[in-house]
T-cell receptor
Framework: QKEVEQNSGPLSVPEGAIASLNCTYSDRGSQSFFWYRQYSGKSPELIMSIYSNGDKEDGRFTAQLNKASQYVSLLIRDSQPSDSATYLCAVKGVDSNYQLIWGAGTKLIIKP | NAGVTQTPKFQVLKTGQSMTLQCAQDMNHNSMYWYRQDPGMGLRLIYYSASEGTTDKGEVPNGYNVSRLNKREFSLRLESAAPSQTSVYFC???????????FGQGTRLTVV
């Protein structure tokens, strides 16, 4: 059973601080890694995709991938109250027939 | 550019009734997906269509059928609704099975 694990939270972070969200996965053959943001009652929205080891930055968001440790993380700098949402990690690879394997999500709360 | 459009947004069914959820995308994507999301369980794949003319079962296909009507449209049918099918249903599409998925706004279905 291929799995993606996330801490369910809630993770509470002060406004302006760095929020760090973590995700581990079990399938060593995984090739593509995604972070989605989901506001309550809304659909998942893609934030970042990362395909190779290292860091990828997009504005206030940085995704970090370490395939050897089977670990992917999302950093949110200068956190804003509007960042309060559930963050979903998703992984796909050959062994999952390229279907997304989803974590259950981490609820992030940014406190003003 | 509408992206992925699902209808209806809300639906209440009685046990045993049937219904079809409609999904259309205008991004010229090849792959389309149907997910359900239940509290605490994350997103689970019901069926997917890697390309026009193909459909495959996902993690939880029982009680559902799908039709890839053309490249744009992918419908999900519940033949005999059960209370266990009460959930939020999301349609998604991607350029290919290797790339990131984009989601519709969701259908909140209640079976009583």
């Amino acid at each position: 059973q291929k799995e993606v694990e996330q801490n369910s939270g809630p993770l509470s972070v002060p406004e302006g601080a760095i929020a760090s969200l973590n995700c581990t996965y079990s399938d060593r053959g995984s090739q593509s890694f995604f972070w989605y943001r989901q506001y309550s009652g809304k659909s998942p929205e893609l934030i970042m995709s990362i395909y190779s080891n290292g860091d990828k930055e997009d504005g206030r968001f940085t995704a970090q991938l370490n395939k050897a440790s089977q670990y992917v993380s999302l950093l949110i700098r200068d956190s804003q109250p509007s960042d309060s949402a559930t963050y979903l990690c998703a992984v796909k690879g050959v062994d999952s027939n390229y279907q997304l394997i989803w974590g259950a999500g981490t609820k992030l709360i940014i406190k003003p | 550019n509408a992206g992925v459009t699902q209808t209806p947004k809300f639906q209440v069914l009685k046990t045993g009734q049937s219904m079809t959820l409609q999904c259309a995308q205008d991004m010229n994507h090849n792959s389309m997906y149907w997910y359900r999301q239940d509290p605490g369980m994350g997103l689970r794949l019901i069926y997917y269509s890697a390309s026009e003319g193909t459909t495959d079962k996902g993690e939880v296909p029982n009680g559902y059928n799908v039709s890839r009507l053309n490249k744009r449209e992918f419908s999900l049918r519940l033949e005999s609704a059960a209370p266990s099918q009460t959930s939020v249903y999301f349609c998604a599409s991607s350029e290919s099975v290797n790339t990131e998925a984009f989601f519709g706004q969701g259908t909140r279905l209640t079976v009583v």
